[in-house]
T-cell receptor
Framework: GAVVSQHPSWVICKSGTSVKIECRSL??????MFWYRQFPKQSLMLMAT?????????EQGVEKDKFLINHASLTLSTLTVTSAHPEDSSFYIC???????????FGQGTRLTVV | KQEVTQIPAALSVPEGENLVLNCSFT??????LQWFRQDPGKGLTSLLL?????REQTSGRLNASLDKSSGRSTLYIAASQPGDSATYLC?????????FGTGTRLQVFP
């Protein structure tokens, strides 16, 4: 398999602040990375797709100005939750694939709590 | 619009039982289907990946089948163990993204 590392695993922040989550593919180059959000007892919902060197594609209903995604290299993508609010509290998970439509490898997830 | 459904939503079985988890999807035009395991508060671990041209994949005590024409996949777990307790998710690769089912919460008790 392949390893995807996500950091931090959990974070607590104050309402109105920004939080950055990193997703790294440790032993392979990821052309495509995905960001998901999972609310309690619900399945994963795709937020956005990022391809290295280009702008992310956001799913309907996801605010691109609030959830900033950067995929500056083939091994790193970041998700920044700007001006976080309590309703942004959720479990965020990234995945990475060598190419589109190939096996996806997931990070460990980040538990975000906004107080 | 692709929809993925998993049945049952929860399952509790004694150790040693063989069990089947079901996944159905509405649009058969998929690239592949993956089964994942998610432990509470953790990320996902990929269990099996079945390409659209394949009918099944096996890994240890796990066997996954795919019937694309009927929009169904099953995950068979043989000789279940308490360590198998987790939520199992299936996801279909639909053109450019994974669509997840709602998962089956499995508990295997000693």
């Amino acid at each position: 398999g392949a390893v995807v590392s996500q950091h931090p695993s959990w974070v607590i922040c104050k309402s109105g602040t920004s939080v950055k989550i990193e997703c790294r593919s440790l032993d392979f180059q990821a052309t495509t990375m995905f960001w998901y959000r999972q609310f309690p007892k619900q399945s994963l919902m795709l937020m956005a797709t990022s391809n290295e060197g280009s702008k992310a594609t956001y799913e309907q209903g996801v605010e691109k100005d609030k959830f900033l995604i950067n995929h500056a290299s083939l091994t790193l993508s970041t998700l920044t939750v700007t001006s976080a609010h309590p309703e942004d509290s959720s479990f965020y998970i990234c995945s990475a694939s060598r190419q589109m439509n190939t096996e996806a490898f997931f990070g460990q997830g980040t538990r975000l709590t906004v107080v | 619009k692709q929809e993925v459904t998993q049945i049952p939503a929860a399952l509790s079985v004694p150790e040693g039982e063989n069990l089947v988890l079901n996944c159905s999807f509405t649009d058969s035009a998929i690239y592949n289907l993956q089964w994942f395991r998610q432990d509470p508060g953790k990320g996902l671990t990929s269990l099996l990946l079945i390409q659209s041209s394949q009918r099944e994949q096996t890994s240890g005590r796990l066997n996954a089948s795919l019937d694309k024409s009927s929009g169904r996949s099953t995950l068979y777990i043989a000789a279940s163990q308490p360590g198998d307790s987790a939520t199992y998710l299936c996801a279909v690769d639909d053109t450019d993204k994974l669509i997840f089912g709602t998962g089956t919460r499995l508990q295997v008790f000693p």
